[in-house]
């Protein structure tokens, strides 16, 4: 007890520089499908300015909204997450997002979290589309609904003007155009329905439009299942050019910390990115960006995606 005690006064003569009120917000039962949102209010308690340098999220089915990065002392900031329950698993669900900042030069961390049990009535089959193509491409994402009176689609729209959206027989017909600029990006295709419990689906759209010349990943994208109490799962992506000319990595990073890679920044006609991911306590998703020095300027983005065993 005698060796405790001073950990606990010091605790309490250094409380943290940035504070929330309510770091946890439990909504309960909820029914996936719908956008959940939370608002959290970070606080300086300090007696100088904070800074806040970045916030990062384990999944990226969470957008981070914030107010504003600079708080002088007493001023508060607002944090919004926003959570695509579309394609999140059902059942007990928790998504964290860490908030770094800097209060008198003094880095500190502060984490929010917000948690749902999922419950699903609707299904969309897809819950998210990725085109990978050169050209024109088309999907379909078909809508079921278990109940006894089905909802109906009365639109369906999209965020990008190459991305075209029309309702068939209850299904939604996705259409990339084939004038779509060269490039990767994410667009969203969002779904009016006619029943208020279910007002609106955002079905996430991952596109990677190729040009010709351009070095693809083998796989474009990584999905992997972690068993309980698993620490680590690897998997391999392979970089070729479609002609045959060398390749060298200039750097491999993720948008999320706990996923890292390794590479060699050796000339060859073939690169191997390793990208390790961590033994998470629930499902997620990040990026790796890929930036080659040969052919140089080009870059590719793989997405990373994992789930639990149950």
């Known amino acids: 007890m005698n060796a405790i005690l001073p950990l606990i006064l010091f605790a309490a003569a250094n409380p943290p520089a940035l ?52 708080l002088k002392p007493g001023q508060s900031a607002t944090l919004t997450l926003d959570v695509n329950t579309l394609t999140q698993s059902d059942g007990p669900n928790r998504w964290q997002a860490v908030v770094s900042y800097s209060a008198n030069g003094t880095p500190g961390e502060l984490d929010v979290s917000l948690a749902a049990n999922l419950s699903r009535e609707v299904t969309l089959s897809p819950p998210q589309l990725g085109f990978s193509t050169t050209g024109e491409a088309t999907q379909t994402i078909a809508v079921a609904d278990r109940r006894a009176t089905p909802l109906a689609i009365l639109k ?9 959206a029309t309702i068939e027989n209850g299904s939604v ?19 009016q329905t006619n029943d208020p419990t279910y ?27 972690l068993n309980s109490g698993q620490d680590e799962v690897s998997a391999l992506v392979q970089l070729r050019a479609p002609d045959g000319k060398s390749i060298r990595i200039e750097s ?15 000339t060859g006609p073939v690169a191997t990115i390793r990208v390790a991911i961590g033994g998470f306590a629930q499902a ?3 990026k790796v960006i890929v930036k080659l020095a040969e ?16």
């Open 19 to 70: 504070v929330c009120p309510t770091p946890l917000v439990a909504k309960g039962n909820i029914k996936a499908g719908p956008p959940l949102a939370q608002t959290f209010e970070l606080a300086n308690r300090t007696a100088g300015p904070i800074t806040i340098v970045k916030v990062e999220a384990g999944c990226g089915c969470v957008k981070r909204s914030l107010s504003t990065t600079i």
């Open 156 to 164: 369906a729209a999209s965020t990008s003007p190459h991305l075209a």
């Open 173 to 191: 017909r996705v259409k990339l155009s084939a004038d779509a600029p060269a490039g990767q990006r994410d667009e969203l295709i969002v779904l």
């Open 199 to 225: 007002p609106e689906f955002r079905v996430p759209v991952r596109i990677n439009k190729k040009a010709a010349g351009q070095v693809a990943a083998v796989p474009e994208e990584i999905a992997v299942r």
């Open 252 to 266: 491999a990073t993720s948008d999320f910390a706990a996923v890292t890679t390794k590479f060699s920044k050796d």
């Open 284 to 286: 997620g998703s990040c």
């Open 295 to 310: 052919p140089a300027g080009q870059e590719l983005i793989v997405p990373v995606s994992w789930s639990l065993k149950k």
